[in-house]
């Protein structure tokens, strides 16, 4: 199984890691996605020229939650990454809903806003990012893990995210409880440490081009 990939974007580490949850080995293409030829050939599977960009037997998913989903489904020795009961799977659906439509979108706009536009985050980009993170904090305040009492996609998805902003050195310390959480969610994830090496390292490089 293929997956065109960059370390540096959260959706790809969200994909890298349920993968490694789940003891998956993928075919890895690592690709620069804004290089002209790179979106030609990624062109070819996914008309969006998007990663992560996952490809098996033919079979070509993109968005990093519907792989996620797929690779649960289909390679989770149990249920316990993406719950079948209704009422469980329904919070962590409305967390992943919550990482795609405000915590993710309020850190990359932040981030970007610093690194891309080399422009102070106005007023209502702080207000939002502090208000999702305000949000994760009482999700987290009221369990162990963002949907359920154990690990789920939900929390690899949302981890990603506040990862992005640990690139920054954004203070967390008014969010003991995401602070706490992030530690209990990177306990479970095989060679972590490893991981957030390379990404640490990689993602200094491309600052470093931009």
Known sequence: MELYFNIVSPPCQT????????GITFDLKEVNPHLPEVREELRKYNPQHTIPTFIEDGHVIWESYAIAIYLVEKYGKDDTLYPKDAKVRSVVNQRLFFDNGVMFRSAIEYVEC??????EP???MV????KSLGLLESFVQERSFVAADHLT??????????????????????YP????????????????????KELLEKSLEYIKTL
């Open 15 to 22: 994909v890298l890691l349920v993968g490694k949850k789940l």
């Open 114 to 119: 610093i690194l891309k536009k080399k422009l």
């Open 177 to 196: 409880s995401i602070r706490a959480w992030v530690g209990r969610v990177t306990a479970e994830l095989p060679d972590y440490a490893e991981f957030h």
């Open 122 to 124: 106005t007023d209502e």
């Open 153 to 174: 996609i939900a929390d690899i998805c949302l981890l990603s995210s506040v990862t992005l902003l640990g690139g920054l050195k954004y203070d967390l310390e008014p």
């Open 127 to 130: 207000q939002k990012l502090k």
